[in-house]
């Protein structure tokens, strides 16, 4: 039986990993499958993994489409908002859950959850600036607060290089996990990828 992997936000950290990821139905047995509840806009391909006929369609779904129409992989897409009343029947049967959020409210609610039901969670997480950021599992990330209320993310294509390389980090702890249940930590920045 496949291991089901739940990216639960594709945004730029959570687009860009997923489609890193599309080797792993074949090579470690998963299942990928997406929530977000989001619509795909111009600014979004920028810095995300959407291309230009996305646009207008909800994130899980063109995800979900652009996977299978250019790689041939079959996914899963939750065309919805993850919250209290539906996470556990989203997160059910998941291998792993993949954090890719971009604001403190959902990344809590779902560390909650995955607490609650014992599931693995990896966080992937970007300073605003573009200066940093964080590959961590659970049990040993705290989100950071928004400056602001919908403070604005990934959406210039400026941090374009280090999204890349920060979901590139991200989709290789993935696959570890996938074949042997490592949790490694990474701090990435401008200067390299460090285990942390």
């Not at 945004?11 to 619509?39: K, M, Q, Y």
């Not at 602001?148 to 941090?159: D, F, I, K, L, V």
Request: aromatic share 6%; hydrophobic share 45%; with cysteine.
């Amino acid at each position: 039986m496949p291991r089901r992997v739940l990216f639960c936000g594709v945004g730029a950290l959570g687009s860009t990993a997923a489609l890193l990821c599309r080797n792993l139905p074949a090579e470690a047995d998963a299942e990928l499958a997406f929530v977000d509840f989001d619509r795909v806009e111009a600014k979004n391909l920028r810095a995300q993994g959407f291309t230009k006929p996305a646009l207008g369609k909800n994130k899980a779904e063109a995800l979900k489409l652009q996977l299978l129409n250019l790689y041939g992989v079959r996914s899963e897409a939750y065309p919805v908002r993850l919250e209290a009343t539906n996470a556990s029947a989203l997160c059910a049967g998941a291998a792993l859950l993949v954090d890719g959020f971009d604001n403190a409210a959902s990344r809590t609610l779902l560390a909650e959850h995955a607490r609650e039901a014992n599931l693995p969670l990896v966080h992937a997480a970007m300073a605003a600036d573009g200066s940093f950021g964080l590959v961590r599992w659970d049990e040993r990330f705290r989100p950071d607060p928004e400056d602001s209320a919908g403070q604005a993310t990934c959406e210039t294509g400026e941090h374009l290089p280090f999204i890349g390389l920060l979901g590139a980090v991200l989709a290789r702890a993935i696959q570890d996990f996938l074949r042997d249940d490592r949790r490694r930590d990474f701090l990435v920045s401008l200067s390299g990828v460090r285990e942390t």
